[in-house]
């Protein structure tokens, strides 16, 4: 695809569901992040993966939040026992290197009622 | 520990005017700074990176490196140019740190 893919686009969910929100980067980007942003503040890092190895995961909020690369290439922030506090926006980026041009998805807009 | 802060919310100007959008940051070491916009409807991209020296649809950006500072500047704002603005620091591979971003409206 032409750019950084993520679906879905909106997701509700009920209190204690658990969700998947996917991530298809831009083919042979090296680097993927995840973000996530809440109502009227700026992107915060969550996850960083190059190719299938996450080297960080400092941002991960609890441990109910899981993220995984398996190949490289594709990327799959899972949440689990959601809560109201993780309704937010999550992000996802891709880059040819850690250093280079960040492209980022149109975002996963997460809705917890 | 990284830090950005973008002091001002909501930016207004009118088109023809100069603007200046205001970025602090604070990292120990040789940072990398970028500044990022969203058009309305649109996902989040690169305007512009310090190390490129680039002039970007007539923005500009000079890190000043005693003031920990890195304001994007325009000498004559146009309307198209209303957006979210998001400074961003990169202190190591794979980690950005973002403001919470200025919103600058021009008005015509």
């Known amino acids: 695809g032409a750019g950084v893919s993520q679906s879905p686009r909106y997701k509700v969910a009920k209190r204690g569901q658990d969700v998947a929100l996917r991530c298809d980067p831009i083919s042979g980007h090296v680097s993927l992040f995840w973000y996530q942003q809440a109502l009227g503040q700026g992107p915060e890092f969550l996850t960083y993966f190059q190719n299938e190895a996450q080297l960080d995961k400092s941002g991960l909020p609890s441990d109910r939040f899981f993220a995984e690369r398996p190949e490289g290439s594709v990327s799959t922030l899972k949440i689990q026992r959601t809560q109201q506090e993780d309704s937010a926006v999550y992000l996802c980026?891709?880059?040819?290197?850690?250093?280079?041009?960040?492209?980022f998805g149109q975002g996963t807009r997460l809705t917890v009622v | 520990a990284q830090r950005v802060t973008q002091p001002e919310k909501l930016l207004s100007v009118f088109k023809g005017a100069p603007v200046e959008l205001k970025c602090n940051y604070s990292?120990?070491?040789?940072?990398?700074l970028f500044w990022y916009v969203q058009y309305s409807r649109q996902r989040l991209q690169l305007l512009l990176r310090h190390i490129s020296r680039e002039s970007i649809k007539g923005f500009t950006a000079d890190l000043n490196k005693g003031e920990t500072s890195f304001h994007l500047k325009k000498p004559f704002a146009q309307e198209e140019d209303s957006a979210m603005y998001y400074c961003?620091?990169?202190?190591?591979?794979?980690?950005?740190?973002f403001g919470d971003g200025t919103t600058l409206t021009v008005k015509p």
């Open positions: 961003a620091l990169s202190g190591s591979a794979g980690k950005s740190t």
């Open positions: 980026a891709s880059s040819f290197t850690g250093v280079s041009e960040a492209f």
């Open positions: 990292y120990s070491g040789s940072p990398e």
